[in-house]
């Protein structure tokens, strides 16, 4: 009887304390951005996003995800082509290390074509790398190969 009863309290507090999970994705937000003006009059816009999530509790080391985007732009501000290196980091106020590196590079116009990408990473550093090469009919008229570097300090701050 006492088993019974002891069920029926516990399934009542479950029922009238219950625990909100959140099912939506994490956000992404823009950390910052920065403009390099070319000799030829392009430009480069690199921006740091960095995804927020929920903080996770009771555990020894947090976790962060972010991303560093290269994107090549003509004078005129049409985007080109793009890098980008998402990098997912552990830290802890002492250390921080890199666990994951990915790349996606595209061109945004049919004159560039991607040729080459690779992702990589090291102690707290996510870096990708890609060449991006530009056609007039079937000849290479220009080859740029950028890499692209985004590091986490042992307090979670992307660089």
Do not use: H
């Not at 029926?8 to 003006?37: D, R």
Request: net charge positive; proline share 2%; with cysteine.
């Amino acid at each position: 009887m006492n088993r019974k009863i002891l069920c029926f309290i516990i399934a009542a507090v479950l029922l009238l304390c219950p625990l909100t999970l959140s099912a939506a994705a994490p956000a992404e937000q823009i950390f910052s951005t920065e403009i390099l003006q070319l000799a030829n009059g392009d430009y480069c816009e690199i921006t740091i996003t960095e995804e927020t999530d929920s903080p996770q509790l009771f555990a020894a080391a947090s976790t962060k995800k972010g991303a560093k985007t290269y994107t090549y732009k003509n004078s005129s501000g049409t985007s080109l082509w793009y890098v980008k290196v998402t990098g997912t980091f552990t830290y802890n106020g002492s250390s921080s290390k890199c666990t994951n590196s990915a790349v996606s590079a595209a061109s945004k116009i049919s004159t560039w074509k991607i040729s080459s990408k690779s992702a990589s990473k090291s102690g707290s550093t996510a870096t990708a790398k890609a060449t991006a090469k530009l056609y007039l009919n079937t000849t290479v008229m220009q080859t740029v190969t950028k890499s692209v570097s985004l590091n986490c300090d042992k307090n979670g701050k992307l660089s």
